[in-house]
């Protein structure tokens, strides 16, 4: 009780302790939690020598991918909800809830191993009956499942006439790299080739670029490899010698 009490204290003068701590870093907006100061930068785990420059909110703990789809729902699902829909939300980020509930009259949530979901699913292989919602959002799970086909028909098919799939991933190559087996928990890196494979299953596929929002939102993965900024990634979302932008495909079926 008295460690949740200290969390919630600490947790409430962060943002400010960053504000005075980092005053003469750049200063940045969270469209999540309203935050306004300098961001943090983010080490990516499976490499110690890389890090993602001003990438977390202090407020909230989001991230690039966060903000970027905060932004998305608000461009594209809000026309798009009604309280007589539903959402199926896939390996579901908290601090997405929030904004998904006001515009979904049903929001369920799903995921093979996060606990606390709705229901427990295989993206390959879902238990819904064809036709179950009006929208489905998933985000960085396509490097997970070894049949990523399977991935795509299945999300295609609990789809109503009408529907939205929001399919953020991290399009690091030009074409998609299948492992074979799994390393590290993933069986492939992503490449923007994988537009082609949502264009036959969906009737329309829009391409929704971080690089369309303003940039108080800091939606650029500034990538330091020792320091030094990385820029090789696929033209499509490659911000030379700054790092890449984030891409959400918004599948629609008609
Ligand atoms: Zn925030």
Redesign the pocket.
């Known amino acids: 009780m008295r460690y949740a009490f200290t969390e919630r204290i600490k947790q409430s003068l962060r943002p400010t302790l960053y504000r005075a701590l980092y005053r003469n870093r750049e200063q940045f907006e969270?469209p999540?939690?309203g935050?306004h100061g300098p961001f943090k930068d983010k080490r990516v785990s499976h490499d110690p020598d890389i890090v993602r420059a001003d990438s977390k909110?202090p407020?909230?703990g989001?991230a690039e991918r966060h903000r970027m789809l905060r932004l998305v729902i608000r461009d594209v699902l809000q026309p798009h909800g009604s309280p007589q829909k539903s959402l199926l939300h896939i390996a579901p980020e908290l601090c997405l809830r929030e904004w998904l509930s006001a515009l979904y009259g049903t929001c369920h949530t799903a995921d093979l191993f996060q606990p606390g979901v709705d229901f427990r699913e295989d993206v390959q292989a879902m238990s819904f009956p064809d036709a179950s919602y009006d929208c489905v959002v998933i985000s960085r799970v396509l490097t997970i499942p070894p049949d990523l086909n399977a991935c795509i028909r299945e999300i295609r098919r609990v789809l109503k006439p009408g529907g939205i799939a929001i399919i953020a991933e991290i399009y690091s190559h030009e074409k998609t790299v299948e492992f074979g087996r799994m390393i590290e928990s993933r069986s492939r890196e992503i490449g923007v080739d994988l537009l082609d494979l949502y264009k036959q299953h969906f009737s329309r596929v829009e391409t929704l670029l971080s690089g369309r929002y303003d940039g108080r939102y800091q939606l650029a993965n500034r990538i330091l490899r020792n320091g030094v900024p990385a820029d090789n990634f696929p033209s499509l979302i490659r911000i030379p010698e700054t790092g890449f932008m984030e891409l959400v495909a918004a599948c629609h079926v008609e």
Request: a neutral charge; one cysteine or more; proline letters at 0%.
């Open positions: 969270c999540i939690c935050y909110c407020g909230c989001a």
